[in-house]
Structure formats: C-alpha cells, structure tokens
C-alpha cells in the first residue's frame, strides 16, 4: 500500500476510532478474525487486548502468562478465551498446536522480545512486537533472520506511524507546508518508581532512551526517511537515592542526518515531562505536543501566513486497534508491515550509537 492510500485510510480510522473498530481493516479472511496470543499480560497487553475487541479484523484467541489462575482465568473471561487456551511461558511451544493462533503480539520486558519472538516464528507464527524490538542490534538482527527463515511477518508496534494526526501533519511535511526541513527538537518524560523492570539493566537493556526516548528518534528517522550520521550525548543522575543504580536517569543527545538536518532531543524516567516533536522548516514549524501519548495528540505549527490546530479526536486504545486491524491485512495480503524489523534494528543501531556517545550508561 502507498503512502498516499495509507493516509487516507487512516484518515478514516480517525472518524472511526472511539466508535467501533479502527476503520482500517474493514474486512475480515473468509470471516474469520486475526486470532493474537497476547504474551505477558501487563500494562500494554492490556490495552491492545481491549484495542482488539474494539478492532474489525482482530482477536484474542489465546494467553501466555505467569499467573494463568488470576490474570490468565481474569482476561479469558473478558475476552471469551477458553480455558484450554491460557498457557504459562513454559508451555509457549504448545501454541504451535492451536489453530486460533495466527499472530503473538509481545508484550514482555524488553529483554525477553527477542526470545520469544525466535520461538513464536520457529512455531510458524507471526510476530507483533512492541517496541522497543530488542536490546541489542545483534538480538534484531536474530530476529528478522528467524521471522524471514521461518516466512513469518514480523512487525515492531510503532504505534505513532499509524495515528491519523501523525499522519497528518507528515502528510503537510512532503506537501512543503514547512519547506526544507532544518531540525527537530524532542523528548518524552516520565517518572519511573524505584523497583519496576524498566530501572533493571537487564530486564530493560537500558534506561529510558530504550522506552520513551525511541519515540522521538523513531518519529525523526521516520519523518526525514535518513539515519543519522553523526551524535553526541550526556546522561546525568541527580537522584542518588539509589533508583537509578542501574541505568541513567535523563538523557540528552543531538544527531546530524546526511543532508544536514539536525536534531536535540532529551528522555528522562526522573522528570515529569512532555512528550512532543517540534520540526523547524525553512518557512515555518510544526508541533506535536502532546506528541506520542495514546490520545489527544496535538498537532500545532505556522507556516506562510497560516496556522494548524489539529486535534486528535481519536481515544485509547484506538492506536492499538489501527495497528491489530494493518498488521493482519499484512499477513492476510503477505505485505512488509511499514514498521518492520528492518525499522527496529535502525532504532537500536541509533541508540546503541547514542549510549556510545554519551560515554557512560550512568553518570
Ligand atoms: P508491564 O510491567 O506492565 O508488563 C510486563 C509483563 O511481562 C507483565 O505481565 C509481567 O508479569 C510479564 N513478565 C514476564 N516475565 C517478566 C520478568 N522477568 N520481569 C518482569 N515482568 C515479566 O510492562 P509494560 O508497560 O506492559 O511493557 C511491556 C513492553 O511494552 C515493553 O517492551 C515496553 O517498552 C512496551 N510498551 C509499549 C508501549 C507503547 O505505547 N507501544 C507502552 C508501554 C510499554
């Protein structure tokens, strides 16, 4: 599918969202639903497990979890899941016998998509993995070869590409609302409690750059089609109550793309921040802010005497719905999902180059 359909697709989705379905797969194979296993039932799965009871083409048909009595029996009763298709992480490999299954959709600890996608694909399943894809370049690069060995379509849950006001305001990008593009200045902040996997290097890989600040770095790789050429960076931890023991608390980088366009950005899980993308042109800027949140995206700019103000008017978990609904027309019409492993493994080069720059993972 090109751009130009892409867009008004899911410029539909965008009427469509908050009501019923996300208005991108309107259709379903021969009847049937996209059957997900949605592995590790924690925060997202959550939320993508309720994006695919709004969805058109998606469904539940399966659980992997660790708690398969409490939130196991919980979500099967919500979803009509049968008893006989919750599984714990040891019995993964038994979904390879469940016909219901076509798709895992990963929500796990950082450290474990590349694991449990390898497993899913050698099962001849596909993969919908959240991002970011993996901890390592070297573990992306495993994946991609295990999907593509296996002839399964592997998809990195970007969900940003596939909102209609992002879509949007990229669409006015390459219209030359803002001319030649110069820079971009980004970030996305949170607060993160002491004792949670995303604070454990090993759960998490590292630290915020990996969770929030991939959405910046994605947005601009995305928006610019470049991959940066040239980085510098600092971490700083000011909390020395020993939360952040094991990766940086914030994080502050610049990129150089190869036609010159530069970028800054910053990521913290110690600071209670926005998360938004301004994008500078020759004639004028564009804002997301708030940029990459579930809902309620903004989009802002002036340019040549006019002004945008667009307002998202779709409502969590709508996202989620347009990404279930894309990624099961990919694997129905055997399309390259837009956010594929490829898109994944540039990310993690990008920040395996950026924690390099910055010289220390703490500081
Ligand atoms: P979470 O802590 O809410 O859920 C993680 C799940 O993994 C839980 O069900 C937990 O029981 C399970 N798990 C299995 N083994 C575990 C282990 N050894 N340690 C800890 N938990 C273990 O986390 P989350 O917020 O749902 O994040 C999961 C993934 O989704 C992460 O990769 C994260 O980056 C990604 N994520 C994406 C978005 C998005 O908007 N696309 C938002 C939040 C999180």
């Known amino acids: 599918m090109d751009r130009r359909a892409f867009t008004k697709l899911a410029t539909m989705a965008a009427g469509a969202a908050g009501l019923q379905g996300s208005g991108w797969g309107e ?25 695919c009871a709004e ?13 398969p009595e409490e939130k196991g029996e919980k979500y099967a009763a919500m979803y009509g899941i049968p008893k006989s298709s919750i599984y714990t992480y040891a019995e993964y490999e038994r979904l390879a016998e469940n016909k219901d299954v076509d798709a895992v959709y990963i929500g796990l600890p950082n450290s474990m998509h590349c694991e ?14 959240e991002k970011p894809m993996a901890i390592s ?9 295990a999907c593509n060995a296996a002839k399964v379509k592997l998809m990195i849950a970007y969900r940003v590409q596939y909102d209609p006001t992002w879509i949007q305001g990229i669409q006015l990008i390459k219209d030359g609302f803002i001319g030649e593009l110069e820079s971009f200045q980004g970030g996305f902040f949170n607060q993160q409690p002491k004792g949670v996997w995303r604070l454990n290097r090993k759960l998490g890989g590292g630290g915020s750059l990996l969770d929030v600040g991939i ?6 790789r995305h928006i610019t089609g470049e ?20 990766v940086e608390q914030s994080l502050e980088w610049t990129m150089k793309m190869p036609s010159g366009i530069l970028a800054s950005c910053g990521c913290s899980y ?9 994008i500078n042109g ?19 700019g002036h340019a040549g005497g006019k002004t945008i103000d667009i307002l998202g008017t779709g409502k969590a978990p709508f996202q989620f719905a347009i990404e279930a609904d894309y990624f099961a027309q990919c694997v129905w019409e055997n399309k390259q999902p837009e956010s594929d492993g490829e898109e994944g493994l540039k990310d993690l080069i990008a920040i395996e180059a950026i924690y390099k720059a910055a010289g220390t993972p703490i500081a």
């Open 27 to 51: 259709t379903t194979e021969g009847g049937r639903r996209l059957g997900y296993a949605a592995v590790g039932l924690g925060g997202i799965s959550d939320i993508f497990m309720r994006a």
């Open 55 to 67: 969805s058109k083409s998606a469904k539940i048909t399966a659980l992997v979890t660790g708690h």
């Open 116 to 129: 449990y996608t390898v497993r899913a694909a050698k099962m001849g399943k596909n993969v919908l993995c």
């Open 137 to 145: 370049s070297a573990e992306c690069r495993t994946m991609i070869d």
């Open 215 to 220: 959405y910046p770095l994605n947005a601009i």
């Open 227 to 246: 991959e940066p050429a040239m980085y510098t960076a600092q971490v700083a931890t000011r909390d020395h109550s020993r939360r952040f023991a094991e």
């Open 270 to 278: 110690g600071q209670d921040g926005p998360s938004f993308l301004t």
């Open 282 to 300: 020759e004639k004028g800027f564009l804002q997301f802010e708030p940029g990459f949140l579930y809902d309620g995206v903004h989009l802002t």
